[in-house]
Nanobody, 125 residues
Framework: QVQLVESGGGLVQAGGSLRLSCAAS????????MGWFRQAPGQERDFVAA????????RLVEAVKGRFTISRDNTKNTVYLQMNLLNPEDTAVYYC??????????????????WGQGTQVTVSS
């Protein structure tokens, strides 16, 4: 079973950027489609982005298109979420997730098998 650890969160001003990393151990992530979700206080955990095993396919929720980019480096067993033009509505705990299946369903939390512990992103206005 793969284990996931997120890093890169922090406090940033509106308009700023952060890059989140999700480092995997235990198994190679090339077997997994990967996703990023976020959860604001009192809210459900929502889909943000996903990437296929090879990285050839990506999906982003509409609210972050043009600002966020998901990528992966299977040689480093790491997935990234580059976040630009951040705004206060992006404030949340960001979670990395892995699913050992084809890149056919990826927007529901139940699509994923393994989760990281999350990293806090706070955007000040």
């Amino acid at each position: 079973q793969v284990q996931l650890v997120e890093s890169g969160g922090g406090l940033v001003q509106a308009g700023g950027s952060l890059r989140l990393s999700c480092a995997a151990s235990g198994r190679t992530i090339s077997d997994y489609s990967m996703g990023w979700f976020r959860q604001a206080p009192g809210q459900e955990r929502d889909f943000v982005a996903a990437i296929s095993q090879s990285g050839s396919q990506t999906r982003l929720v509409e609210a972050v298109k043009g600002r966020f980019t998901i990528s992966r480096d299977n040689t480093k067993n790491t997935v990234y979420l580059q976040m630009n033009l951040l705004n206060p509505e992006d404030t949340a705990v960001y979670y990395c997730a892995a699913k050992r299946a084809a890149f056919t369903s990826f927007i529901k939390t139940t699509d994923y098998d393994v989760w990281g512990q999350g990293t806090q992103v706070t955007v000040s206005s």
